[in-house]
C-alpha cells in the first residue's frame, strides 16, 4: 500500500467510477455473495458505517450496495450483494480476479460514537445485518464505551441467517449478546421463532429503556414496527435510526428517484432518525 | 424452604399481575403446577384441550407436521406466554402440538374449572377478558408478520 | 444593475452576439410552435405572432405585426439546452489491464440565450440551486451555465396560463440576467427598455442603445404591470404547508382518474430534473457508454426496487409530482418548485390545471 496514498473520502468526481479489483467472491447464502475489493493504487478506501456504493458491473449497470465492512479496515471494502435483477445478479457472478465500477461512498451513516455510555441495539432483518455491520464493528472496537451491545437477528429460516460464523464468534466471544429470531424452523432450532418485536421484551430485560440507542436495518414493514414497538417500551424515537431503501441512480441528489417526502434518501439517507420520518412510514406510496 | 402455592405463583405471575384479590382466589382454585421435561409435549394437535398452560420457566414451541417435512416450527413462547387458546374455543380441541424446548416449568388450569368460576362471577370473567385479549391480538398481529414473509428475495 | 437605455429595433443586439462569438439561441418558429433554436439570422424573429394558450391546448395566431415579443414561453425551456435530454455521461473500456473510465470532452461554447422570460429565468436559477449550487454539483450542467449569457424579455402580455406574478417569478426580472429588454407600446414607438444586468451584457450594448427617458422607464414598468394585472390564475398562497396536510386526501384520486400518466408535464416543465441512466454497449462488448436521459415520476418503473414499484398507483405519482413542485420542494431548496410558467397547463393532453387542483385541495379539511 502507498504510504502517500488519500482515503478515497473526498468524491474526486461522484460521478464518476472508479476502477476496483475483486481479491475475493464468496457466497453467503443461496442467492448471496460477498465481495472483497481493493483499490487499483492501493490508495485506502474510508466510508462511516451505513454508506453505500454505487457498484458499476461492465456493460450490465449500477447498483446501490451498502459496505458491510470493517470501517476501520480501509484497506478493502466488503459488500454482500443478493442476486435480485440484472445488475445485482452480475455483481454476484463476479470473481477474484475481475474489476468493478466504484462509486462512493455515499450517504449518512449510523451515529455510533456520539451514542456512548448507552445500551446500543442492533435490529436486523434478514439482509441488515449487512449495512448494520460497519456499525457493530465500530461499536466492537471501543466496546468499553458503551453499556451494552445487543444484535437482535431476523431471518426466514435458521439456514437464511447471513454471516453464521460470525454471529457464532460474536457470541463465543461474549462481545455481544445475541437473539435470533427465525419465520419458521425445523424441530432441531432450539432459537426463537416469531417476529423481532417478540424478542424485545427478553433483550432488554433489565435496561433502562431510556438509556437504548436502536438501530433497525432491513425490510421497510419490520423497521416501521419494530420502531412502533420499542417506542412502546420507552426506546427513545429520537435515539432510533433506521435505514431506508429507494430506487437510486446518480446517489448524489440530482436524479430525483429516491424522493422520500422532503429528502433524497441517497444524500439525506439512506439512515434517518426515526422521529424525523415517523409519518412518512405509514403514508403509503410515498 | 417456603413452598409456594399456585396463588403465590399467580400472584407474581406477570400475566395475572393485574388480577385482584377475589379473582386470585377463585382462580387459583383451577391450577396445577406442572413440569415439562426438554423435547415433550405439552399439548398434542386434535387433544382434548382441557388445560391451559402459562409458561413460568423455558421455552416452547408450537409446531404444525406436514408429510415429508417434518414437524415446522412457526412459534415459539417464553416465561409469561400462554401457550394455546383452544381450550376457550369449542370444540376445545388443540390445533398445533406444543413441545418443551427446553425444561419447562407451567401453571395449567383447569379449562371446565376456569370457565364455570367465570360464568359464577362476571368480574373474574371481565379480568380474564382483559388478560387474553391482548395477547391473542399480539399473537395475530405477529402471525401476520410472519405471513409476509418479510425476508423472502423479492419481499420489500 | 440599474442602467437603463433605450432602443428601437432588438436585431442589432441579437447581431452584437453573434459578432461578439457567441452562439446564440433564440426564438423561431417551427412546426406550429415557437422554439429555441440556434439562430444566425436577426430576421428570423418571430415578430407579430402570438400564442395562444389554454388548458390542453397551444396555437400560434396572428398579433400585432407591429409587435416583437408578445408570444410568451415556448414548449420546450431552456433545460433543454442547460440540461439536455440525452447527455453522455462517461465511456468506460475493458481491456487487458482492467477497467478505465472516462469523461467525454464539453461540447459547449460560449452561448447567448436570447428571449429567456423571467418565469423561464427563475427556472434556471431554481435548477442551479439542484444542478450547480448543491453539495453535489452536475459540472457538465455547471460548464455550461457558466459559459451562458442570458437577454431576458420582460413579458408585456401573458398567456391565458400564466401566474408568474403569484410565484413571484415575473413578469418582470429584477436580476440574474446579462441583459433585459421591454418591449414597449405604440405610444413609445414600440421602442425597448434595455438594461445591462451584467459587465457582459454591458459589453454587448456598447454603442448600441441611447439613454433611456423616465418615461421609458414608466412605459416599461406599466407593461409589465398590465402583464401582471392580467393573469387569471392565482396559486393559493399557502400551498406549500397546505398540501402536506392533505396528502390523503380523495381528491388525489379524482385528479388521478383524470391523469394519463404521460409525463408530458414533467417534461414541459422548466424546472422538472429527474433523469435516469442507460447504458450502451459496442459490438465488442469493450466499450460501454453510460447516457443521462430525462425521466418523469410519472414513470411506473420510476420508484421501482427490487420486487415493484413503491409508486404504483396514479393518485401517488401525480401526488408525488405535484407535492414535490408545491411544497416538498420548499424543504429541499428553500423556494417552490414552480414558476408559474403554465407549461403544465397547456401541455397536458387532458387539461389538467395545477393551480385549479391546488385550489381543489387546499379547499379539503386537513389529514
Redesign the interface.
Known sequence: MRDSAEPHTAIA???????M?VSEAWRELD?VVSLRLVT?DGAPFAFAPGQFNML?A?????AAISISGDPARTGELLHTI?D??AV?GALTRLKAGD???VRGPFGSSWPVDSEHDRHLLFVA???GLAPLRPAIYRALATRHRFASITLIM???SPR?LLYPYQLAGWTASHALRLNI?V?????E???????V??EFA?ALAGIDPAKVSAYLC?????MR?GAMGLADMGVSTERMWLSM???M??A??????C?F????VC?DGPVFRHDEIARRLT???? | MVIKTIRDILEEHPAFKSFDDDALDLISGCGTNEHFAAGSMILREGDDASKVHILRKG?A???IAAPGT???????L?AGDVVDWSWLVPPRRAMSDA?A??EVSAISLDANCVLGKCDEHPNLGYQMFKLWLPHLAERVR?GR??L????????? | MERAAALDDPRPVLSALIEAGYRVIAPVEQDGAIRYLPAVDPDSLPKGRIDSQTPGSYRLEDGDPERWFDYVVSPESWKAWLYPARRK??T?T?SED??????PEAEWTPTAFFGVRPCDLAAIEKQDA??KD???A??DYAHRRENALIVVIQCARSAETCFCASMNTGPRAQAGFDIALTELGAEADHRFLVEAGSEAGARVLEGLTEDATEADKDAAHAATNAAAASQIRVMPENVAAGLKAR??APEWDDVAKRCLNCANCTMACPTC?????Q?T?DLT?DL?DRW?VW?S?FNPD??????GA????S??RY??WMT?KLS?WH??FGASGCVGCGRCIAWCPVGIDIVAEAETLMAQPED
Open positions: 468526481d461522484p460521478m464518476l467510477p472508479i476502477a479489483r442467492d487499483k458499476y461492465f456493460g450490465v449497470g449500477e443478493r435480485v435483477g445485482s474489476e468493478v465500477g432483518g434478514g439482509l431476523g431471518a426466514r437464511d429470531t419465520d419458521h424452523a425445523g424441530p432450532w432450539t432459537g426463537s421463532v416469531g417476529v418485536t417478540t427478553r432491513g425490510p421497510e414493514i419490520m414496527f431503501e429507494r430506487s441512480k446518480c448524489i441528489g440530482l436524479c430525483g428517484h424522493q417526502g422532503p429528502d433524497f444524500k403514508l403509503k406510496e410515498i | 421455552d414451541a408450537i409446531e417434518g414437524p415446522l416450527i412457526v412459534e415459539t417464553h413441545r424446548v427446553t405477529n408478520m410472519q409476509l414473509d418479510l425476508y423472502g428475495a423479492n419481499a420489500g | 455521461m462517461w468506460s475493458r482492467g477497467l478505465s473510465f472516462e469523461r439542484i444542478l448543491g453539495a453535489f452536475d459540472p396528502l390523503t430534473f429527474c433523469s435516469d441512466v447504458d454497449s462488448g460501454t443521462r425521466d415520476c420510476f420508484s421501482y426496487i427490487h420486487g413503491v409508486r404504483t398507483s393518485m401517488s401526488r408525488q414535490h416538498s424543504d429541499q
